[in-house]
T-cell receptor, first 115, second 109 residues
Framework: NAGVTQTPKFQVLKTGQSMTLQCAQD?????MYWYRQDPGMGLRLIYY???????DKGEVPNGYNVSRLNKREFSLRLESAAPSQTSVYFC??????????????FGSGTQLSVL | GESVGLHLPTLSVQEGDNSIINCAYS??????FIWYKQESGKGPQFIID?????DKRQGQRVTVLLNKTVKHLSLQIAATQPGDSAVYFC????????FGKGITLSVRP
């Protein structure tokens, strides 16, 4: 039962470097999400994809891009990393399309540090 | 805008006692509420959910209570165990789930 798989688990970047966080789910879910978690801020939505072929901005999309590669995979790209993007990133998925009114299944997270 | 808040940042309970974690929400139009548990170094894990047409829902050792009049959500954990030590988040529906900041539950042996 893999669920939601994220890679890598840890990453250190220098300011200005780029990288892509990968996420895959094997539950045949339609919707996928990227959140960041910062101390005292809770979980904040970066981008989401309500269905294959669609993506939408969340609360904090600046500095990020996403790709819904297929139904299983949803990647998050940092084109030019900044120290403010140091955070823990979580990918999540849910079965329904559209507004999130059901439980999300989360991956184990990627801890990213930007120096 | 929507906001979901937790009344206390930390809660310490004795092993075996019942725990009550409270949460206030702002969006009276939300029709779905959910509790997550997050252990150190892991992603949030679903505990229990409730829809707005219900006041109470029970799971295994957990109960969620919804008071729509005062926009208040609570999570009750019966016979708290050391494995219950974690951060707990409430969330409410809207165009997306809005998460509270989290409360740390610490279980004393």
């Amino acid at each position: 039962n893999a669920g939601v798989t994220q890679t890598p688990k840890f990453q250190v970047l220098k300011t200005g470097q780029s990288m892509t966080l990968q996420c895959a789910q094997d539950m045949n879910h339609n919707s996928m999400y990227w959140y960041r978690q910062d101390p005292g801020m809770g979980l904040r939505l970066i981008y989401y994809s309500a269905s294959e072929g669609t993506t939408d901005k969340g609360e904090v999309p600046n500095g990020y891009n996403v790709s819904r590669l297929n139904k299983r995979e949803f990647s998050l790209r940092l084109e030019s990393a900044a120290p403010s993007q140091t955070s823990v990133y979580f990918c999540a998925s849910s079965y329904t399309e559209g507004p999130a009114n059901e439980k999300l299944f989360f991956g184990s997270g990627t801890q990213l540090s930007v120096l | 805008g929507e906001s979901v808040g937790l009344h206390l940042p930390t809660l310490s309970v004795q092993e075996g006692d019942n725990s009550i974690i409270n949460c206030a929400y702002s969006n009276s139009a939300s029709d779905y509420f959910i509790w997550y548990k997050q252990e150190s170094g892991k992603g949030p894990q679903f505990i229990i959910d409730i829809r707005s047409n219900m006041d109470k829902r029970q799971g295994q050792r957990v109960t969620v209570l919804l008071n729509k009049t005062v926009k208040h959500l609570s999570l009750q954990i019966a016979a708290t165990q050391p494995g219950d030590s974690a951060v707990y988040f409430c969330a409410q529906s809207g165009y997306k789930l809005t998460f509270g900041k989290g409360i740390t539950l610490s279980v004393r042996p």
